[in-house]
C-alpha cells in the first residue's frame, strides 16, 4: 500500500516545500519509489527540478480535465527513484474551474488512483491555504505532515489546519491520520528557537518527530541549482536531517500498518 503524505501549514514560509523537496528525496535514497506532487501554484518545488519552461502539462491539467491523466504529466528527475508531477502558476484559477462540480474534493484522489501501483511513497506540496488544493491533497492522503517554523506565533492558525483535517476525516477520509509535526528553521544560537520548540513540544506531544530541521543556508541554496539537498550537500546538516526525518516517517508508516493489519485481524 503506497503512504500518500500531505505537507500542510497555511502560515506561509515555514519550509513546506523545502520539507517536501527534500523529505521525497531523502525517502528515494532509502530505495523507496517516491512520486513528489506540487499543488502550489507558486510551483516551487518544480522549479528545483526544472524550468517553467520545460513543463508542457501540469498538475492544472489534470485536477481541471479528466482526459489528461496523471501518467501523462509525471517527470523523471536525475534520481532514478524520484519523480515529480508538476504545479503551475495555473492551479491558481482551479478553484474557479471546479466551482459548482460535485466532485471537486475528489479529483487528485481519482486522478492518483490508477499510479499508485509505482510508488512506495507519494509527498503531496500544499500552497499556504485551506483551498480545494489543500483539500484535494487531505482526501487523496493517508498522512499529514505538518512543518511547524521554530518562531513565536507558530502554532496560531494551525488550529484551522487541524479543523479542516478533522472535517475530512468524518467524512470523505476517515482513514487520514496525523503522521507528525517536524520543527523546521530551528536555530540552536536563539531562545525563541528554544522557547518555541518547548511550546510546540507542549501542543503537540507524542506526534512531533524527534529530528529537527535547523536553519541552514544550503537548504536555501540548492533549489537555485536544480538540486536536492541529498546531491547538492550531502554532508550539510540538512542532507543529514532529512535523512534521518525520513528514517522516521517510514518508520511511523509501518507500525501504523502493523496496527491495522493487527485491527483488521481482530
Ligand atoms: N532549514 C532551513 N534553513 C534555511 N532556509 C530554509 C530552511 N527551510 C526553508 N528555508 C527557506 O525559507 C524559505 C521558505 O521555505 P519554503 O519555501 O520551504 O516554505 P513554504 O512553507 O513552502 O512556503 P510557502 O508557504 O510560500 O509555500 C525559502 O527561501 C527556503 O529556502
Ligand atoms: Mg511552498
Redesign the pocket.
Known sequence: MTAIITVA?Q??????????INLSAALAHRGKRTLLIDL?P?A?STIAFYDTGEIATSMFDVLSDSRTTLTAVIKPTKDPLLFLGPGRLSLAKLEQVLAGQFDAPFKLKDAMTPVLKDYDYVIL?T??SLGILTVNALVASTHLLV?IQAAYFAIEGTDDLLETYERIRARPNPGLKVLGVVI???DRRTNISKDTHGQIRSVFGEVLFKTK?????R??ES?AYKETILTFAPKSP?AVEYKKLAGEVIQRVEENRATHHAEDAA
Request: proline share 13%.
Open positions: 501549514n502560515k506561509g514560509g515555514v519550509g513546506k516545500t523545502t520539507t517536501a502550489d507558486q516551487n506540496d500552497p499556504p512543518p523546521t528553521l530551528f530541521i535547523t536553519k541552514n543556508v537548504l536555501e533549489p540538512g
